[in-house]
């Protein structure tokens, strides 16, 4: 079976930091560009990141710009966000996206590319 799973998530202070990891299952992630996206309760969803298949570029919402970093280890099929400063906003299941070389780069900016497979989330909370 081909899936993502991410996990990592959980509770933790405002100031705080956390690293999420998501990793497949039946395929390769080299050849996947990995969004990480997130969604609050009684909001809509919204694309924080992602990394290029093609030469690691990464991307960032204006949200989280300079407090996340999404890296990917090849070798162990995984990427990785790791969240700091955390704030209460950034309470949200977190949910990685992979989308193959068929994305658009214009598609993937956007968050709107069409994702091959997702993963079932993790809960990040932060509260004091």
């Known amino acids: 079976q081909l899936h993502l799973v991410e996990s990592g998530g959980g509770l933790v202070q405002p100031g705080g930091s956390l690293r999420l990891s998501c990793a497949a299952s039946g395929f390769t992630l080299d050849y996947y560009t990995i969004t990480w996206f997130r969604q609050a309760p009684g909001k809509e969803r919204e694309g924080v990141s992602y990394?290029?298949?093609?030469?690691?570029?990464?991307y960032y919402a204006d949200s989280v710009k300079g407090r996340f970093t999404i890296s990917r280890d090849n070798a162990k099929n995984t990427v990785y966000l790791q969240m700091n400063s955390l704030k209460p906003e950034d309470t949200a299941v977190y949910y990685c996206?992979?989308?193959?070389?068929?994305?658009?780069?214009?598609?993937?900016?956007?968050?709107?590319?069409?994702?091959?497979?997702w993963g079932q989330g993790t809960q990040v909370t932060v509260s004091s």
């Open positions: 990394i290029s298949s093609r030469d690691a570029s990464t």
């Open positions: 996206a992979a989308c193959d070389r068929s994305c658009s780069p214009y598609m993937l900016k956007r968050f709107a590319a069409g994702y091959n497979y």
